[in-house]
């Protein structure tokens, strides 16, 4: 037999047996690629979560690590293994947390980084919040997410929102970079229109940087108890904490939350009438 044509031909019959899959553009991507959206092994740590602890688990939290933006791979992390020789602060990661309703214990998962692989590992004996918190370099959400996690960590807090429904990490980060308007609100708690979104925050400086949150955001935010008349909000939230330094190397933040689900929006009546996907939820 000639090895030589046998060889690309199996190859090709391989291609055209996997691209009557719907996975196989999937497969070929993993198998070239470590650049995955939250939602891309979020299907596998639930599964291990489930047969490892209890089919009840509950999703609590996502948190995206240097989420890269902009072009093709908006939205994904960078979880290969060589990403964080030179500088660990550079990894791009995600975490899944989960628990058990009516147990305070707590279960992370995080994609495994190998080639290939689209499973997940898990970080449950080695992580705990002050480990997620030290990650989370700026204080202003560090200070948002901690109280967040404070409230999750000791009651029954959970995503509601389905997987099936659940918008991707790659779709809430446009919306958090191209919404216009944004609503915002100011020290009193008064809301009006904003232009200011990711990109434009993004325009300038140095540094740039992304982490990503999807948490329970109704009850641990409390954001509606202060904005007058805001309709909308939605039980869990996307917050993207847009990071950068300016002319004079002074850390600045942009804290934008949106909707988790396409067909949600966030409303203030008449005389603003105001709807957006995103609302600014930086200090002020």
Request: aromatic share 10%; glycine share 6%.
């Amino acid at each position: 037999m000639n090895y030589k044509i046998f060889i690309p031909v199996f190859l090709f019959i391989s291609v055209f047996i996997f691209s009557c899959s719907n996975n196989a553009v999937n497969v070929i991507h993993d198998l070239t690629s470590n650049e995955i959206t939250a939602k891309d092994r979020l299907d596998s740590a639930y599964a291990q979560a489930s047969r490892k602890h209890s089919p009840s688990v509950k999703l609590v939290l996502i948190f995206g690590k240097n989420v890269e933006f902009g072009g093709p791979t908006n939205g994904k992390t960078d979880i290969s293994l060589y990403s964080g020789i030179t500088d660990p602060n550079n990894i791009g990661a995600w975490l899944y947390f989960f628990n058990k309703p009516g147990s305070d214990s707590m279960f992370i998962y995080t994609p495994n980084p190998v080639p290939g692989a689209r499973d997940c590992i898990e970080l449950t004996a080695l992580f705990n919040f002050n480990t997620l918190l030290n990650l989370i370099t700026d204080t202003s959400a560090k200070n948002i997410i901690s109280g967040s996690l404070a409230l999750i960590n000791n009651s029954n807090f959970q995503i509601s929102t389905s997987r099936d429904s659940l918008i991707d990490s790659d779709i809430s980060l446009n919306i958090a970079l191209n919404a216009n308007p944004v609503i915002k609100f100011n020290s009193s708690f008064v809301p009006s229109s904003s232009s200011t979104n990711g990109s434009s925050f993004l325009y300038s400086g140095s540094g740039k940087s992304v982490n990503m949150f999807l948490i329970p955001a109704l009850g641990t935010l409390n954001i509606p108890a202060y904005i007058n008349n805001l309709f909308g909000f939605p039980q869990d939230l996307w917050v993207t904490n847009f990071k950068k330094l300016d002319s004079v190397s002074v850390t600045q933040n942009l804290i934008i939350g949106t909707v988790v689900r396409s067909d949600q929006s966030m409303n203030i009546p008449a005389p603003l009438n105001i709807t957006s996907k995103a609302i600014n939820i930086s200090k002020y």
